[in-house]
């Protein structure tokens, strides 16, 4: 068995850096919410700005029994522009799921998620040798299921009827994954759209 972690982890690129969530993080997390009103979002969960000091507690619950590796994502100026894990931690296969992420409405369509996910695709495949790296979300989020595609990761199906959301409507979920044998084209895929970011 392989243990994935520290989970103080830091990663590092031209664009962004993931550093350990922080409750220090909370008030500029808050404030993006807050300015793209991403909490009206029914399809996703973004943690509204009152309640992103108990999200970032929950998280950090997590990180503590083992669960997940939480994250801040800054951009070049070093600004709290969204958040991100690595969950659903399997230290025996080893394989991880990436996901909980949200980005701010001024950073997105540019080159902080693709780096955010080069950067924790590099880590868990070149780091950690997992065996698939996993990616989940709403079967109607047409805008994430297009940013995962982009990032060359697969459809492997949807679990239909599979969460309760938030204001009550039935989740099905569209999964997808990128395996290790995948990953080297992929990488190379990714570094060419870093090359050239938009």
Known sequence: MIRLGPPDLTLAG?????????QDHAPALADEVAAGRLDDLWYTF????????AEIDRRLGLRDTGDLIPFTLLDATGTPVGMTTYMHIDHASPRVEIG????APR???GPVNTETKRLMLGHAFDVWGCLAVEFRTHRLNRQSRRAIERLGAQLDG??????K?????????????????????TRAHLDALMAHPR
């Open 46 to 53: 973004v943690p509204p700005p009152g309640g992103m000091a």
């Open 165 to 185: 959301m938030p204001n009550g409507t039935i989740r099905d979920t569209a999964v997808y994954s990128i395996t290790a044998t995948d990953w080297p084209a």
């Open 107 to 109: 950073a997105q369509r």
């Open 14 to 22: 031209t664009h962004v850096r993931l550093v350990p969530l922080s």
């Open 158 to 163: 949807i679990l239909r009827a599979h969460l």
């Open 100 to 103: 909980s992420t949200w980005i």
